[in-house]
């Protein structure tokens, strides 16, 4: 079976850098998705790690360790309008194309 | 460029009825995946169709639901009889093959009366 964790909530500042953690344990590995979604919306989809390291989008950043089963998503420089729930999302073996989901980390920006 | 639609956004059933939604994928997409979300939860897989076949419905579950994605027209998740815990909001996604990244539509909010 596949097993997701991240947290359910995290504050932050705006301007301030959030780091979103997610641990998997999955039947095989095919990639790591990060989407975002604000409520009453779709997800949408941010990154896509399926190898180790870092990748960069702007303000967003994505970091995967296949050996550790870990991934963070990095937002820096916050805005308001980044308040969302923030999805982890894991392909399984190199033939699953079903996305398995982690519950979600709710961010919320203060000013 | 018009993502994946679905529709309605919003149904409400009463007990017994039937809900039918529905999902066009983005252009070029060939790949059509359901899932559903329930309240405090993630996504949860459901079905994954290519044109006129089944792929996979393994998170279906075994009665009341059916999938279908003609060969023209929209891909349609059927829900029979339904009942309040049928209650969720359930996304359609689309892919261009089966190990690129999923984009999803708004979702319909099925209301159970």
């Known amino acids: 079976g596949q097993n997701i964790d991240q947290p359910t909530e995290m504050t932050a500042t705006e301007g301030a850098i959030v780091q979103i953690n997610c641990t998997y344990q999955?039947?095989?590995?095919?990639?790591l998705f990060w989407y975002q979604q604000h409520a009453g919306e779709a997800p949408t989809f941010l990154s896509y790690?399926?190898?180790?390291g870092l990748e960069e989008k702007g303000r967003f950043s994505s970091f995967l360790s296949r050996s550790k089963g870990y991934s963070y998503l990095l937002l820096k420089e916050l805005q308001m309008k980044d308040s969302a729930s923030y999805l982890c999302?894991?392909?399984?073996?190199?033939?699953?194309?079903?996305?398995?989901f982690g519950a979600g980390t709710t961010v919320t920006v203060r000013a | 460029n018009a993502g994946v639609m679905q529709n309605p956004r919003h149904l409400v059933r009463r007990r017994g009825q039937e809900a039918r939604l529905r999902c066009s994928p983005m252009?070029?997409?060939?790949?059509v995946y359901w899932y559903r979300q329930l309240p405090e939860e993630g996504l949860k897989f459901m079905v994954y169709?290519?044109?006129?076949?089944?792929?996979?419905e393994s998170g279906m579950p075994k009665e009341r639901f059916s999938a279908e994605f003609p060969k023209e027209g929209p891909s349609i998740l059927r829900i029979q009889q339904v009942v309040r815990g049928d209650s969720a909001a359930y996304f359609c996604?689309?892919?261009?093959?089966?190990?690129?990244?999923?984009?999803f539509g708004d979702g319909t909010r099925l209301s159970i009366l």
């Open positions: 996604a689309s892919s261009p093959t089966d190990n690129q990244p999923q984009h």
């Open positions: 999955t039947s095989g590995f095919n990639g």
């Open positions: 790690n399926v190898l180790d």
């Open positions: 999302a894991v392909l399984g073996r190199s033939n699953d194309y079903k996305l398995s």
């Open positions: 252009k070029g997409h060939s790949h």
């Open positions: 169709l290519q044109k006129e076949n089944i792929i996979d």
